[in-house]
């Protein structure tokens, strides 16, 4: 299930302050004052008033740095089913502020994590002053609002790292059921590349007390290959989330796994792999992204790091593999039309483990299949699209049955790709107060087989010439759901087997 906190906007909107109580702004990370009056007979109201001399002594400390203060109490208001001790392990930051600086990036904090709960409609974090007996102390009042309709759904197209393609997803959410900030969901998937899952999904924001979230799924999938290859691949499985935070993320998954042949047409080397097999694998994420945006990047870079272990249970069947993937990207404003080149470069590489590794063929599921027109600006996270080259269409392949001049396409043990983007606005006003702008771009990447001792016949020369190379232009119309882009692509280099032409394009990203 994805996590909550990812699509989590940095600007949350807040009321504005009431009297006599300082309120963290969402939008602009302050907080704001009461405007002042020069009016004389105000101030003179002002300091007849004890409460408006709490008020003023706080602005007046505000104004200094580092101020001094001490959190005397947090107040919880507003919650009628969601459990206190949820909403108070997301703003324990403010507990430990020991300067009104410190106090107010937390709860800056403490908001954004209220928010990314995603179980309330609205998150207003607000501070006023602590007991007069007790000065230099202040009180967090927490206010939230309770989602009224707890059951949502929604419809978007998605670029899948675990797929490497682009598909649609629909899913249905209800929210908050026991009060633990829990989100039970299911969806249906469907990609480009004729794959389908079916899948239900938990999510605690709070396990036992531990201080990351929780979540698990249940699975079934199929991904129909017959496009470009004679095999299909079932599989039903279930994904924990053990580890989930801003920059890491961990994943334990263990699934069956079913490689058929519906057309008795596989090659050689797939017939060999057919049949069932257990997948029990440990995932590790660490995602840095400092992009102004991930659909339009105009400045920033991000860095993904995915290291992936099979083989963790005591069976035969078991798929035991090593993978790594890893991907940078950099943007780079120009200061005109807000044209910005993004640069990208990523790779990745599978092997088997175990006695006889040597001489044993990577796993087919877990090898490296490149193409598909959608957007690599997007996707973050290892080897994937190529422009221009169908979806698992291009790579290492083999003939299939005697008789069939068709071939299969069965992947590759270690992947490289890279693109260069240069987008910039329109000279139409109407179609920049809209988003709507161009862009011309280049992409490579190649594949190869390494295992069965293959890597001693790959050399550099030889991946360089059979290098797979794009170039074209195009528009993009960006949306609510998704990314839609319009590209004509002209292939430079392609080798005799791909799938890939010259043309347009009707491209869906997110």
């Known amino acids: 299930m994805a996590n909550p906190t990812e699509n989590l906007d940095p600007n949350p909107p807040t009321r504005e302050p009431e009297d006599e109580v300082e309120e963290l702004n969402g939008d602009e990370g302050e907080v704001e004052e009461e405007e002042e009056d020069d009016d004389e007979g105000e101030d003179d109201d002002a300091v007849s008033n004890p409460q408006s001399l709490k008020t003023e002594s706080l602005f007046r400390r505000m104004r200094s740095s580092p101020v001094p203060v001490r959190v005397h109490d947090v107040i919880v208001k507003g919650n009628t089913k969601t459990k206190d001790h949820i909403i108070e392990a997301e703003v324990d930051g403010v507990r430990e502020a020991s300067t009104l600086q410190e106090l107010l990036e937390a709860s800056r904090v403490a908001n954004s994590n209220l928010r990314a709960l995603d179980v309330f409609d609205s998150v207003n974090v607000t501070l006023d002053s602590g007991p007069p007996e007790l000065p230099g102390t202040t009180n967090v009042i927490i206010e939230v609002v309770e989602s009224k309709s707890p059951l949502t759904g929604q419809i978007g197209a998605y670029t899948r790292a675990e797929a490497k393609s682009s598909s649609v997803e629909a899913s249905l959410k209800y929210k908050n059921i026991f009060g633990y900030g829990d989100i039970w969901d299911g969806s249906v998937i469907y990609g480009c590349d004729n794959s389908a899952e079916v899948g ?69 080397s797939i017939r060999r792999q057919l049949g069932h097999s257990l997948l029990s694998a440990l995932k590790y994420t660490f995602k840095y992204d400092q992009r102004d945006s991930y659909l339009r990047p105009t400045s920033g870079y991000a860095f993904s790091s995915t290291s992936q272990i099979g083989g963790l249970a005591p069976d035969s069947r078991s798929l035991r593999f090593l993978k790594q993937e890893i991907d940078l990207r950099c943007a780079f404003p120009f200061g005109f039309y807000n044209a910005a080149l993004n640069l990208g470069v990523s790779g990745g590489v599978t092997f088997p483990w175990g006695s006889g590794y040597q001489n044993r063929p990577s796993s087919v599921p877990e090898r490296f299949f490149l193409g598909g027109n959608s957007s690599p600006v997007c996707s973050l996270g290892g080897p994937s699209a190529l422009w221009g080259f169908k979806t698992r269409g291009l790579g290492p392949n083999e003939p299939k049955r005697k008789g069939d001049d068709e071939r299969d396409f069965i992947g590759g043990d270690a992947a490289v790709t890279a693109f260069a983007d240069l987008s910039f606005d329109l000279p139409v006003r109407w179609l920049r107060e809209r988003g709507v702008h161009g862009h011309v771009f280049a992409c490579g990447g190649n594949m190869a087989k390494l295992t069965e001792n293959e890597f001693r016949n790959v050399t550099a020369p030889k991946l360089l010439e059979t290098f797979r190379t794009s170039v074209g232009a195009g528009i993009v119309l960006p949306t609510s759901l998704f990314r839609m882009e319009i590209n004509y692509c002209h292939i430079l280099k392609k080798q005799e087997h791909d799938k890939a032409k010259s043309g347009f394009f009707l491209t869906f990203s997110a």
Do not use: C
């Open 200 to 268: 239900m999904g938990m999510y605690l924001p709070r396990f036992k007390g531990l201080p990351t979230p929780f979540s698990s799924r249940l699975y079934l999938s199929t991904q129909d290959w017959l496009n470009f290859s004679s095999y299909k691949e079932r599989s039903l499985g279930l994904s924990l989330g053990l580890l989930s935070s801003k920059y890491h993320e961990l994943v334990y998954t263990v699934g069956w796994r079913n490689l058929i042949d519906p057309s008795r047409s596989a090659s050689k």
